[in-house]
């Protein structure tokens, strides 16, 4: 199973590395439209290989797809969170409660009494 995971790992670097080969065009990338440039004071212009504006745009698009299922699992980890509590507190409960049955019996039946 493990060389089956760095094959398709070597197959997926390979189409990447044929991709960015492919693609080694220089291409102007800039903030703004040049219609809205004149409007800011400040519109910075880069000459890049179009497969960096690819691969940047696949990894832009990861990181705002993390960051959308984290914002939108924070009710699940705080119930998550809420139930562990919850389950602290009964089990705090049913020691209390234990012990206080216990009271006054041998030392060594309370043990065993815990045990089961």
């Known amino acids: 199973m493990r060389y089956v995971r760095y094959a398709s790992i070597g197959v997926f670097a390979i189409a990447l590395v044929l991709l960015a080969l492919a693609n080694r065009q220089m291409v102007s990338v800039q903030v703004l439209p040049d219609e809205l440039a004149g409007l800011a004071a400040l519109n910075p212009r880069m000459e890049v290989p179009l497969f960096v ?44 409660l234990k012990g206080e049955r216990n009271e006054g019996k041998d030392e060594v039946l309370a043990i065993l009494d815990e045990a089961s």
């Open 53 to 96: 504006v690819i691969f940047g745009g696949v990894v832009a698009g990861l990181v705002i797809g993390f960051i959308w299922e984290w914002i939108r699992e924070a009710k699940e980890r705080a119930a998550a969170a809420r139930q562990a509590r919850e389950m602290r507190a009964l089990r705090a409960e049913v020691k209390r």
